[in-house]
């Protein structure tokens, strides 16, 4: 009797397994079938390049996806690159892979090395008068992040990286409650400084007019309390505006204090 029950309760275990194995698969392929087709290049043809070509065969990111989007961006002269964004099955990131085509077929994909926390992650082509690239803004497991500039034909190669522009890491700090007078009955208080939306917008504009493209960053700043059983109560938000003005002499993007502003927009501390 005892066996025969063991054999009940394993069967019903093996069944459930099965099961839930089905609808993850189920899951895995819906998602992939809901991209759109972009001039001849697909998320299905997609696939089957990396079924087939030896190159991708060493990508553990390939192996086990689970949501494929397959975008097209243009530069400002009209050139078109695709590119693939890719998230693993029970992985938090995402990763970026540009596409060549010819004739309209994929003839190779070529990881690009940015990537990121999905929830963040996002990327465009810039057509600036320092290059094409591509801007992404990557961020870890945690939330924290920088934007990120790669030359479109340079992957892997990180020309110029903007730090700080991801932000939804609630990090407990003494002085941040401090710096921005957040106090508690025994004159000591911890708090947070996050973005709302997790990250801030990047424009490329000439800031100074000397023919160079600069970058500015604008958003929202939030400063949370830190108050019982680590929980979060909104104190205080900020517009902020980070200019960073490209020196050609440093080849590099320098952060301008003059040109930067924080300007408090709502205050929810208790009078």
Same mark, same amino acid.
């Given at each position: 009797?005892?066996?025969?029950?063991?054999?009940?309760?394993?069967?019903?275990?093996?069944?459930?397994? +099965?099961?839930?194995?089905?609808?993850?698969? *189920?899951?895995?392929?819906?998602?992939?079938?809901?991209?759109?087709?972009?001039?001849?290049?697909?998320?299905?043809?997609? @696939?089957?390049?990396?079924?087939?070509?030896? +190159?991708?065969?060493?990508?553990?990111? @390939?192996?086990?996806?689970?949501?494929?989007?397959?975008?097209?961006?243009?530069?400002?002269?009209?050139?078109?690159?695709?590119?693939?964004?890719?998230?693993?099955?029970?992985?938090?990131?995402?990763? *970026?892979?540009?596409?060549?085509?010819?004739?309209?077929?994929?003839?190779?994909?070529?990881?690009?090395?940015?990537?990121?926390?999905?929830?963040?992650?996002?990327?465009?082509?810039?057509?600036?008068?320092?290059?094409?690239?591509?801007?992404?803004?990557?961020?870890?497991?945690?939330?924290?992040?920088?934007?990120?500039?790669?030359?479109?034909?340079?992957?892997?190669?990180?020309?110029? @990286?903007?730090?700080?522009?991801?932000?939804?890491?609630?990090?407990?700090?003494?002085?941040?409650?401090?710096?921005?007078?957040? #106090?508690?009955?025994?004159?000591?208080?911890?708090?947070?400084?996050?973005? *709302?939306?997790?990250?801030?917008? +990047?424009?490329?504009?000439?800031?100074?007019?000397?023919?160079? #493209?600069?970058?500015?960053?604008?958003?929202?700043?939030?400063?949370?309390?830190?108050?019982?059983?680590?929980?979060?109560? @909104?104190?205080?938000?900020?517009?902020?505006?980070?200019?960073?003005?490209?020196?050609?002499?440093?080849?590099?993007?320098?952060?301008?204090?003059?040109?930067?502003?924080?300007?408090?927009?709502?205050?929810?501390?208790?009078?």
């Amino acid at each position: 009797m005892k066996k025969s029950c063991f054999f009940r309760g394993l069967f019903a275990t093996t069944l459930i397994i +099965a099961t839930l194995i089905s609808i993850l698969i *189920l899951a895995v392929n819906g998602s992939r079938s809901q991209q759109t087709f972009n001039d001849g290049i697909s998320v299905d043809s997609f @696939l089957r390049f990396i079924e087939v070509e030896s +190159a991708m065969e060493n990508d553990g990111n @390939l192996k086990s996806l689970n949501t494929v989007e397959i975008s097209r961006k243009n530069d400002n002269d009209g050139n078109a690159y695709y590119f693939v964004k890719t998230n693993s099955q029970f992985m938090w990131g995402s990763e *970026l892979y540009m596409l060549i085509i010819d004739d309209d077929k994929i003839t190779k994909i070529v990881d690009t090395g940015l990537g990121g926390n999905s929830e963040y992650f996002s990327y465009d082509v810039a057509s600036i008068s320092q290059g094409v690239f591509v801007s992404a803004f990557c961020s870890s497991h945690s939330g924290n992040g920088d934007l990120r500039l790669m030359p479109i034909n340079e992957p892997n190669t990180v020309e110029y @990286l903007i730090p700080n522009a991801v932000d939804n890491y609630y990090e407990e700090s003494e002085l941040t409650a401090i710096e921005h007078e957040i #106090t508690k009955a025994n004159g000591k208080s911890s708090a947070s400084s996050v973005y *709302l939306g997790g990250k801030l917008h +990047a424009s490329y504009v000439d800031v100074n007019h000397d023919g160079h #493209t600069d970058i500015v960053l604008t958003g929202i700043q939030q400063i949370y309390e830190t108050v019982q059983n680590h929980g979060q109560t @909104l104190k205080k938000e900020y517009f902020v505006k980070n200019v960073y003005l490209y020196d050609p002499i440093m080849d590099d993007f320098v952060y301008n204090a003059t040109r930067s502003e924080r300007v408090l927009v709502s205050n929810y501390l208790t009078p």
